[in-house]
């Protein structure tokens, strides 16, 4: 059975840092692409990142460019998203996401539970 | 960017009734490369729908998507109680992979 269990939210100032871990189970994860995706309470869904099945090549949406840095250790089933100059408006619920094929244009078919993270001081 | 515009925000049925849900995109989507999610409150969002008609692993026969180019709809033939939810489109055919800003079936 496919799992994803998230986990490093929690509550930071403005302008600090988070680091975000994704463990992966029931799968291999170097044979796949991987996205985080996350969802302010109450709102909608937005992608912020993908990285490739061997972490050779990321993306990152426009609001979390420069910020935010995604990585993964295949070797230890897990993903990573580190958060850097986080602001008020990053605070989200942060799923990490397993697509179906091999590269990142496929369908999201699995998803963590979340981790909530809240910028305040 | 392609842009998704769902609508209405909220929609309201009776059990049994079908509801129709659509989804627009602000360009063509390539291979039609559009899937649909389900999100019931305090949960992850799940895949109900791909490839724009193709129906995920689970899914209920009671839902099927149709659509093509920019023009896409969630149809579900006869609504369930565990079907009131908050449905999300996203394209996957390129970066950024977005989402609608979802519809909510309510009661």
């Known amino acids: 059975e496919v799992q994803l269990v998230e986990s490093g939210g929690g509550l930071v100032q403005p302008g600090g840092s988070l680091r975000l871990s994704c463990s992966a189970s029931g799968f291999s994860l170097r044979s796949y692409a991987m996205h985080w995706v996350r969802q302010t309470p109450g709102k909608g869904l937005e992608y912020i990142s993908a990285i490739s099945g061997d972490g050779g090549t990321t993306y990152y949406a426009d609001s979390v460019k420069g910020r935010f840095t995604v990585s993964r250790d295949n070797s230890r089933n897990t993903l990573f998203l580190q958060m850097s100059s986080l602001r008020a408006d990053d605070t989200a619920f942060y799923y990490c996401v397993k697509v179906r094929g091999t590269g990142p244009n496929s369908w999201f078919d699995h998803w963590g539970q979340g981790t909530l993270v809240t910028v305040s001081s | 960017e392609i842009v998704l515009t769902q609508s209405p925000g909220t929609l309201s049925f009776s059990p049994g009734e079908r509801a129709t849900l659509s989804c627009r995109a602000s360009q063509s989507v390539s291979r039609n490369y559009l899937a649909w999610y389900q999100q019931k409150p305090g949960q992850a969002p799940r895949v109900l729908i791909f490839g724009a008609s193709s129906r995920a692993s689970g899914t209920p026969d009671r839902f099927s998507g149709s659509g093509s180019g920019t023009d896409f709809t969630l149809t579900i033939s006869r609504l369930e109680p565990e079907d009131f939810a908050v449905y999300y489109c996203?394209?996957?055919?390129?970066?950024?992979?977005?989402f609608g800003q979802g519809t909510k079936v309510d009661i």
């Open positions: 996203q394209q996957y055919a390129t970066s950024p992979w977005t």
